[in-house]
Structures are given as structure tokens and as C-alpha cells.
């Protein structure tokens, strides 16, 4: 956790309300970090619902593999994040200290082991000592309460500079409910169906699967659309949880994903994703730039998205935009590395909305001061018009300057 916050960092942080049925509390259990908090616990009510995704790669951590293991119960009543230690490519000893976490949870919580969910980033290969959290979990869930929002984001945290927040409030029904979700990443990031750590709360009455299609159809364009440096880490992990308490305010149980009811809900939590993913694209390791990529035209939606991956993850265009350089052929380079349908001919891009390359060549209005000047912003939007269809998506990144290699090459200092 860094002492010196991003310079993208968002201004205004909301206050977040608390949740019925959901307490948080945190403390400093001395996993990796001296003197700062580095465990999460949240106690939900019974008949919580939960929903997750995960990462996609083919060497998940010891958390990622017990949750999975305990989603299709759709039914939760706590959650234990640490943060210093990712407990990932720890084999056996992995498995056991999920094992004894969850027992150790289950015990101070009172509930069963397959209501605990876990979550862990940090170091990868290092053996996470379970044997701390005995004692600490006790003690968290008799002091959890309901206003420990900001706490528990800070705990998450590893080279993040700033916690990442973000409520929502809208009716259900007649009842207004609320949705609260928190997020850590800043480095090895580009995220498949998850990022690093997020967790999402509601008190709204949602059924396990009205909650898994929420979350699998918002974090396309949401979390899976923010790449830091293409890297995605062995321990992204999403989860939801649905309290259900504002059916006592008269908010209806939504079972099915059609719900019409649910469209104004849905459109909310869409927008809980969206602002914690831009966070992460903010906090970017030595990041000084918010990089916008738009592609356009493009063949398909699914074209558009390959297209702005190869920009958004080129270190050659990364690097122009840290220098402040609108270096299009840079871009240029990207669009043709990506492997779609591309026709150089009919190609323009755009920095800042101003456009310094068409049909092939630089644009005959190009003014180098001009551009000069808008690449000095601390948001930077690059749009490539392919002129082939109809297809468009959209990227969050950010720069890559210097202090994104130190920070990497200290990492496990």
C-alpha cells in the first residue's frame, strides 16, 4: 500500500450508508504488513444469497478454488479477506489454510463452514499461516457493525494507493434499497469475469441466480473492460451478497432475471461495477494518465474489444501517452498486431477528439502544438474509426511510467 496517492484518484468519495444485515470489521493479524490492517471479516444474516465469478487462469489460488467449491449452495454468512499473502501456488498447505480459515470463521460467526466464502491477494508461493486468524475472527465478529465500509476497503488493499468505494440507492418494488461494493487492484490486472478482489452488497431480496446473472452479464463491459499491464492474476475474485432485508420495507423476491421489476436495479448495479472498475483503471501501479480506448466500426462488438485490448495493453503506446507524445503510429501498430479485421486505408484516430490520422495518413489538419497541449490532461481518450461495421466497445487503462517498474521490481521486498 503505497503512502503516496494516485493523482487519478477520485475527489469525491461517497459517504456509504450501512446495509441491513451485513457487519464488517477489520484488524491486524500480521500476515505480511507491520502495523496496519490486513483482515476483512463481514457477517451477513441468515438467508444471505451469494454469487461469484472468478479468474479464468489455469492456476487459481486455494480461495478461489473454496469458493467455487461452495457457490452452487448460493447461501452465505461470511466472507475473510486478507490482504499481503495471495495463498496461490501454495499446494497442499493452501488447501489446508482455507480449510482452517473457514473452520476458525464458521466458529466465531456460528454458522457452517460452506457459508464462509474466502479471499486472499498478495505474494504468490509464499504459505499463508492460518494459525493467525484464530483469536482475530472471534474478536472481529463480536466488534463487526454496520458503518465499517472504508475500514474494510483499507484492509484489502496491497499496492493500491486508495480504497475503492461505491453505493447506489434505488427502488425496488416500492422499498428503496441499497447496493455498496469495494474493490483492490492496481497491479497485474487485466481481469477475466472478475478483478483482483470486489465484493458487492445489497439488502434487496434477490434469488442466487437473479444475483450470478447480474453479476455475469455486468462485468463484460465493466471489470473485464480495465487492463492495467495484461496481466490477469491467479486470484480475481467478484462476489455478491444479497441480504434480503428490505422485505421488511416491502421490496418484492425476485427470482427470475426478466423480472421487470428488476430493470431499475439492474441499471444501479451495473453502475456500482462500472465506478469501482474506473477506480482500479485510476490506481493503476505509477499510473499519471486515465486512458479511455474507444474502437469503432470494427466488424463486431467482439472485434472492437480484441482491437482496444491491443492498444489499451501495447507498453509502446502506454509509454507515448506517459511522455504525453499523440504517437498514432504507435496505434497504428496495435490495431495491426491485433489479429481482426482492420483495413489500413480506412483507418482515423483521434486524440482528445482530435483527430490526427485519416484514411491511412496523418490527418492534413494535424497541428503538432495543438495535440501537444490535450496530451498534458490527466485523462486521455484514444478512438480508432476502422470504417467496417458497426461494431464498438470500450477500455479503461492507464500509463506506464517508470514508477510502475519500481514498484514491480520491489514488489517482494
Not at 503516496?4 to 493479524?29: F, W, Y
Not at 467478484?238 to 441480504?243: G, K, N, V
Not at 496495435?334 to 486524440?351: M, W, Y
Request: proline share 4%.
Amino acid at each position: 500500500m503505497s503512502t503516496t496517492i494516485s493523482p487519478l484518484a477520485p475527489t469525491d468519495v461517497p459517504e456509504m450508508p450501512a446495509i441491513a444485515g451485513v457487519k464488517l470489521a477489520t484488524a491486524a493479524a500480521g500476515i505480511r504488513y507491520k502495523g496496519r490492517t490486513d483482515v476483512l471479516l463481514a457477517v451477513m444474516d441468515k438467508g444471505t444469497t451469494v454469487a461469484g465469478v472468478f479468474t479464468k487462469s489455469k492456476c487459481p489460488s486455494a480461495p478461489v478454488e473454496w469458493c467455487r467449491a461452495k457457490l452452487g449452495r448460493g447461501q452465505a454468512r461470511a466472507l475473510v479477506v486478507n490482504s499481503g499473502n495471495a495463498n496461490a501456488f501454495t499446494g497442499k498447505t493452501g488447501k489446508q489454510s482455507t480449510a482452517l480459515t473457514a473452520q476458525t470463521a464458521a466458529k466465531a460467526v456460528g454458522c457452517t463452514i460452506g457459508d464462509v466464502f474466502l479471499a486472499s491477494t498478495g505474494v504468490i508461493g509464499e504459505p499463508l499461516d492460518a494459525t493467525k486468524f484464530d483469536g482475530v475472527l472471534t474478536t472481529l465478529a463480536e466488534a463487526a457493525t454496520p458503518d465499517h465500509w472504508m475500514a474494510a476497503a483499507k484492509a484489502i488493499m496491497t499496492t493500491d494507493t486508495f480504497p475503492k468505494v461505491a453505493t447506489a440507492t434505488v427502488k425496488l418494488g416500492k422499498a428503496k434499497v441499497t447496493i455498496n461494493g469495494m474493490a483492490k487492484g492496481a497491479g497485474m490486472i487485466m481481469p477475466d469475469m472478475a478483478t483482483m478482489l470486489s465484493f458487492v452488497f445489497t439488502d434487496a431480496p434477490l434469488s442466487p441466480a437473479v444475483l450470478q446473472s447480474l453479476l455475469k452479464s455486468g462485468v463484460e463491459d465493466t471489470f473485464n473492460a480495465v487492463t492495467i499491464d495484461s496481466d490477469t492474476s491467479t486470484s480475481d475474485t467478484l462476489l455478491a451478497f444479497a441480504t434480503g432485508a428490505a422485505t421488511a420495507d416491502g421490496a418484492p423476491k425476485i427470482s427470475r432475471a426478466s423480472d421487470p421489476r428488476l430493470k431499475a436495479f439492474a441499471k444501479a448495479f451495473y453502475g456500482v461495477l462500472a465506478n469501482l472498475a474506473e477506480q482500479v483503471a485510476r490506481d493503476g501501479e505509477g499510473a499519471r494518465k486515465l486512458v479511455e480506448v474507444i474502437v469503432e466500426g470494427a466488424t463486431t462488438k467482439a472485434s472492437a474489444r480484441k482491437i482496444a485490448m491491443s492498444i489499451a495493453n501495447s507498453p509502446l503506446v502506454k509509454t507515448a501517452i506517459a511522455g504525453e507524445d499523440a504517437n498514432w503510429g504507435r496505434v497504428v501498430m496495435a490495431v495491426g498486431k491485433a489479429g481482426e479485421p482492420a483495413n489500413r486505408d480506412k483507418l482515423s484516430i483521434s486524440f482528445n477528439g482530435i483527430r490526427v490520422a485519416k484514411s491511412g495518413a496523418r490527418d492534413p489538419s494535424y497541428n503538432e502544438a495543438e495535440v501537444s497541449e490535450v496530451m498534458k490532461n490527466p485523462k486521455i481518450q484514444i478512438k480508432v474509426a476502422l470504417g467496417l461495421g458497426k461494431g464498438r466497445d470500450r477500455v479503461l487503462t492507464c500509463d506506464l511510467t517508470k514508477e510502475y517498474v519500481a514498484i514491480n521490481g520491489d514488489y517482494r521486498s
